[in-house]
C-alpha cells in the first residue's frame, strides 16, 4: 500500500468555477478526514466519515462545499463558485477506525489557487 | 473545547544544538497528543504520539516528547539539531472518545543554521 493518495497536486482555478478532489485512503481504513490549511497556519479540520457515512462537518464547510465518500472508499471534495479565499493546502488523512485506533495517515494535498 | 498554543511560530538553532519546540493544550479531559512534521508541498508525518502509559514518548529521527498533566504541556524536543530536521512542526490533540477530528496548533518552523 502506498499510502493516502491524493489528486490533483495542484490546481489553479479562476473564481467562480467549480472544483473536485479525490482523495483515495489507505485500503484497510474506515475513517476519513479532510482537512484545509492556509499559509502559516495549522491544518483546520473539515469533516470525517466513517465509511460512507458523514458523521461530522465543521462550521468551515460553507454551502459551497460538499464531500462525498460513495461505497465507504474514495472521497470527493467538491468547492463550488470557488472565491480566493478558498485558496489553501486542502489535506486528506485516513485512519483504521476501530476501537484504539489513535494514528492519522494524512496524503501530500491538493494546493488550490483561485485567480 | 479544545486548543493548541505553539509558543514560537519560528526557531532557529544551530546544527548539533538542542531543539525545543513548545506545545501547550487546553482540553476538558486528558486528549491524545501529537507531533507533526511538515516538508515544504508535502503533507503531514507523524512524530511521535502519547496516548497512554509513560509519559516520555520517542519518535522518529531522534525526537522525544514529554506528557506533563499539571501543566498541560507536550514538549518535543531533540538533543542534537541536524540540517534534514528543518521543517514545519505542529503540535495536535484529538479527544480519547466522541470526536475523532484533531486540533492542531499553528505551527513552528524549525531553522537549522550550519
Known amino acids: 500500500d502506498t499510502g493516502v493518495s491524493q489528486n490533483p497536486r495542484h490546481k489553479i482555478t479562476k473564481r467562480g468555477q467549480n472544483v473536485t478532489f479525490r482523495c483515495d485512503p489507505i485500503s484497510e481504513h474506515n475513517r476519513l478526514y479532510w482537512y484545509r490549511q492556509t499559509l502559516g497556519q495549522g491544518p483546520e479540520f473539515l469533516t470525517y466519515?466513517?465509511?460512507?457515512?458523514?458523521?461530522?462537518k465543521s462550521r468551515l464547510l460553507s454551502d459551497r462545499f460538499s464531500a462525498e465518500r460513495p461505497k465507504g472508499s474514495f472521497s470527493t471534495l467538491e468547492i463550488q463558485r470557488t472565491e480566493q479565499g478558498d485558496s489553501a493546502m486542502y489535506l486528506c488523512a485516513s485512519s483504521l477506525g476501530v476501537a484504539g485506533d489513535t494514528e492519522a495517515f494524512f496524503g501530500q494535498g491538493t494546493r488550490l489557487t483561485v485567480v | 473545547a479544545q486548543s493548541v498554543t505553539q509558543l514560537g511560530s519560528h526557531v532557529s538553532v544551530s546544527e548539533g544544538a538542542l531543539v525545543l519546540l513548545r506545545c501547550n493544550y487546553s482540553s476538558s479531559v486528558p486528549p491524545y497528543l501529537f507531533w507533526y512534521v511538515q516538508y515544504p508541498n508535502q503533507g503531514l508525518q507523524l512524530l511521535l504520539k502519547?496516548?497512554?502509559?509513560?509519559?516520555l514518548v520517542k519518535g522518529i529521527n531522534g525526537f522525544e516528547a514529554e506528557f506533563k498533566k499539571s501543566e498541560t504541556s507536550f514538549h518535543l524536543t531533540k538533543p542534537s539539531a541536524h540540517m534534514s530536521d528543518a521543517a514545519e512542526y505542529f503540535c495536535?490533540?484529538?479527544?480519547?472518545?466522541?470526536?475523532?477530528?484533531?486540533?492542531f496548533g499553528q505551527g513552528t518552523r524549525l531553522t537549522i543554521n550550519p
Open positions: 502519547y496516548t497512554t502509559g509513560a509519559t
Open positions: 495536535a490533540v484529538r479527544a480519547i472518545q466522541g470526536a475523532q477530528k484533531l486540533v
Open positions: 466519515f466513517q465509511n460512507e457515512a458523514q458523521l461530522e
